[in-house]
């Protein structure tokens, strides 16, 4: 630091000595750094490409044709890069090479439903049957040979308990034991049987039908059926993982069902999930043993429906339009940081400038110009924002313009009092007794000794500046629909609340690069500070 004067080298030495502010420097040069080459770290388009003796970089170019790459009948249509290095005409040059970003994803490009197959749900839908089941009765309502009647473990399915050998287990109404009494008679004149209703202890209702006994046979026939099933049709959902390895959503459901029903569903899922990925017919319904009966199960797969959640390929996550969050991110630091930064520096150079006329000058030239920059300050800046919007349209550059005719006002006061406070000083009056300029002593001698106020304001500003631009485009007032912003993710999340990521990413951000910024600014402020030390007494 020799090439420093010694208080600017002391000024350094005193920053240097603030390890948290030294570290929180480095740490956001670097994010503007690798924000600054966001297309090497993130690009949907190859760094590198070499096919059919054609070297190219794409990424540096907004649209490579078909044409451009030797292959005409296909015309002016813009390669796709990605499915391009897939297709049998890229496999059959053998010297074809191409080289990718880490990321294959850009803020603009819209992720396919159908790549995403893995990170979809399956949606199984179960109908249980209702129970079903036959018996031959004695006339003293002792049943044999029963099919379905007789309850599982734990009093699923069936219609009297385990065990049960009469059918007063049923608690049958007496239209039942009349049936029975006029099928041994031969009475029943009903064709295809007599049909009783009964109830179970539930309430849920259940129909017998009773048939003529044969001369000659010991017992009455009867069927027995459910008819309404016990239970309402439900849905399970399974997630996949990278390998389609279904895991169930619904988990009380699912604990309900039998092992071997588990089973057949769980191959059922594995099915659709792969025929999914194939683009081929998903299986049909199938039965599968529910409760003591048979239940209907439609399996059916959902593709990923956007916002998505972080999956494999995709660490932080889709917005609602199908785009990266990553990729939005990174490159919504670039812009978040590049305009923070020209904000900044423009509204020093507008507030130096004012300031410094107001201070330098005095008088007159002072009260003109602080009723003139009261009357600009109580200009609602979302009012003029609004109809600038509405009226030349959102740009990063119309944005800038305006919010910098806004942003110098706090500075000019700074550099107002400073110049007050130095103007009457000896080096001053020594500089005007010499003759020279106004613009010479303003800048020359008074402006580097009022630079302290100025250099510990600016990540102050910096931090404004950013922390306006998202609040802008949460609002909807800010660049332009599809720019990567943090505020227009924000603004998503409000809309889908369960979608965490679109919150969460952009607002660690956020906080990251602001809390950076203030601890630099506490080290600059502390740097400039010519009292090291204070006492309270």
């Given at each position: 630091?020799?090439?420093?004067?010694?208080?600017?080298?002391?000024?350094?030495?005193?920053?240097?000595?603030?390890?948290?502010?030294?570290?929180?420097?480095?740490?956001?040069?670097?994010?503007?750094?690798?924000?600054?080459?966001?297309?090497?770290?993130?690009?949907?388009?190859?760094?590198?490409?070499?096919?059919?003796?054609?070297?190219?970089?794409?990424?540096?170019?907004?649209?490579?044709?078909?044409?451009?790459?030797?292959?005409?009948?296909?015309?002016?249509?813009?390669?796709?890069f990605k499915r391009f290095t897939e297709s049998e005409e890229w496999k059959s040059d053998p010297s074809a090479f191409a080289v990718w970003a880490p990321f294959r994803f850009s803020p603009h490009e819209?992720?396919?439903?159908?790549?995403?197959?893995?990170?979809?749900?399956?949606?199984?839908?179960?109908?249980?049957?209702?129970?079903?089941?036959?018996?031959?009765?004695?006339?003293?309502?002792?049943?044999?040979?029963?099919?379905?009647?007789?309850?599982?473990?734990?009093?699923?399915?069936?219609?009297?308990?385990?065990?049960?050998?009469?059918?007063?287990?049923?608690?049958?109404?007496?239209?039942?034991?009349?049936?029975?009494?006029?099928?041994?008679?031969?009475?029943?004149?009903?064709?295809?049987?007599?049909?009783?209703?009964?109830?179970?202890?539930?309430?849920?209702?259940?129909?017998?039908?009773?048939?003529?006994?044969?001369?000659?046979?010991?017992?009455?026939?009867?069927?027995?059926?459910?008819?309404?099933?016990?239970?309402?049709?439900?849905?399970?959902?399974?997630?996949?993982?990278?390998?389609?390895?279904?895991?169930?959503?619904?988990?009380?459901?699912?604990?309900?069902?039998?092992?071997?029903?588990?089973?057949?569903?769980?191959?059922?899922?594995?099915?659709?999930?792969?025929?999914?990925?194939?683009?081929?017919?998903?299986?049909?319904?199938?039965?599968?043993?529910?409760?003591?009966?048979?239940?209907?199960?439609?399996?059916?797969?959902?593709?990923?429906?956007?916002?998505?959640?972080?999956?494999?390929?995709?660490?932080?996550?889709?917005?609602?339009?199908?785009?990266?969050?990553?990729?939005?991110?990174?490159?919504?630091?670039?812009?978040?940081?590049?305009?923070?930064?020209?904000?900044?520096?423009?509204?020093?150079?507008?507030?130096?400038?004012?300031?410094?006329?107001?201070?330098?000058?005095?008088?007159?030239?002072?009260?003109?110009?602080?009723?003139?920059?009261?009357?600009?300050?109580?200009?609602?800046?979302?009012?003029?924002?609004?109809?600038?919007?509405?009226?030349?349209?959102?740009?990063?550059?119309?944005?800038?313009?305006?919010?910098?005719?806004?942003?110098?006002?706090?500075?000019?006061?700074?550099?107002?009092?400073?110049?007050?406070?130095?103007?009457?000083?000896?080096?001053?009056?020594?500089?005007?007794?010499?003759?020279?300029?106004?613009?010479?002593?303003?800048?020359?001698?008074?402006?580097?000794?009022?630079?302290?106020?100025?250099?510990?304001?600016?990540?102050?500003?910096?931090?404004?500046?950013?922390?306006?631009?998202?609040?802008?485009?949460?609002?909807?007032?800010?660049?332009?629909?599809?720019?990567?912003?943090?505020?227009?993710?924000?603004?998503?999340?409000?809309?889908?609340?369960?979608?965490?990521?679109?919150?969460?990413?952009?607002?660690?951000?956020?906080?990251?690069?602001?809390?950076?910024?203030?601890?630099?600014?506490?080290?600059?402020?502390?740097?400039?500070?010519?009292?090291?030390?204070?006492?309270?007494?």
């Amino acid at each position: 630091m020799s090439w420093l004067s010694p208080l600017a080298a002391k000024r350094m030495k005193a920053f240097n000595r603030n390890a948290r502010a030294r570290i929180s420097l480095y740490a956001l040069l670097a994010i503007f750094a690798v924000s600054l080459v966001s297309e090497l770290v993130c690009n949907s388009e190859p760094l590198f490409l070499r096919w059919n003796g054609k070297t190219l970089f794409p990424f540096l170019r907004s649209r490579v044709t078909y044409r451009e790459l030797g292959i005409p009948e296909r015309g002016d249509d813009r390669v796709d890069f990605k499915r391009f290095t897939e297709s049998e005409e890229w496999k059959s040059d053998p010297s074809a090479f191409a080289v990718w970003a880490p990321f294959r994803f850009s803020p603009h490009e819209v992720v396919r439903a159908d790549d995403l197959a893995h990170a979809g749900t399956v949606r199984a839908t179960v109908r249980p049957d209702a129970r079903v089941g036959r018996c031959d009765v004695f006339p003293s309502l002792e049943f044999t040979r029963g099919e379905g009647m007789e309850c599982r473990p734990g009093g699923t399915g069936g219609f009297v308990p385990a065990g049960a050998t009469s059918l007063e287990a049923l608690n049958p109404p007496p239209a039942f034991r009349k049936a029975i009494k006029d099928a041994f008679a031969g009475k029943i004149a009903e064709k295809g049987g007599r049909r009783v209703k009964g109830s179970f202890a539930d309430g849920t209702s259940w129909t017998a039908t009773v048939r003529n006994v044969p001369p000659g046979i010991p017992a009455a026939g009867v069927s027995f059926r459910q008819d309404k099933p016990a239970e309402e049709p439900f849905m399970l959902e399974f997630e996949l993982d990278g390998s389609g390895d279904p895991s169930c959503r619904t988990g009380e459901l699912w604990e309900r069902l039998a092992p071997e029903t588990q089973a057949a569903i769980e191959k059922a899922v594995r099915a659709a999930a792969a025929a999914a990925a194939d683009k081929t017919a998903p299986p049909g319904g199938f039965s599968v043993p529910y409760g003591g009966s048979q239940a209907e199960v439609e399996v059916r797969f959902s593709y990923a429906v956007f916002p998505f959640r972080p999956c494999e390929g995709h660490p932080f996550g889709i917005d609602s339009s199908g785009r990266d969050v990553f990729a939005l991110v990174l490159y919504g630091t670039r812009i978040a940081l590049c305009f923070g930064l020209t904000l900044a520096f423009s509204g020093m150079l507008l507030g130096v400038a004012f300031g410094a006329i107001e201070g330098y000058f005095g008088g007159k030239v002072d009260i003109a110009c602080q009723r003139a920059t009261e009357i600009w300050s109580a200009i609602p800046f979302l009012y003029v924002m609004i109809f600038i919007g509405s009226t030349v349209g959102r740009s990063f550059g119309v944005l800038l313009a305006c919010y910098a005719l806004f942003n110098w006002i706090l500075v000019s006061y700074y550099v107002r009092a400073e110049f007050l406070r130095l103007r009457s000083r000896t080096f001053v009056e020594a500089a005007r007794c010499q003759g020279l300029p106004h613009r010479r002593i303003i800048f020359g001698h008074i402006l580097p000794n009022a630079l302290t106020p100025l250099v510990t304001l600016f990540p102050f500003l910096l931090m404004g500046a950013i922390g306006s631009l998202s609040v802008l485009d949460f609002l909807g007032f800010g660049l332009p629909a599809f720019t990567p912003s943090w505020g227009d993710l924000v603004s998503q999340g409000q809309q889908f609340r369960w979608a965490w990521w679109l919150v969460a990413f952009p607002s660690a951000a956020l906080f990251t690069v602001m809390l950076l910024t203030v601890l630099v600014g506490e080290g600059l402020r502390d740097a400039f500070d010519p009292r090291q030390r204070s006492k309270l007494e």
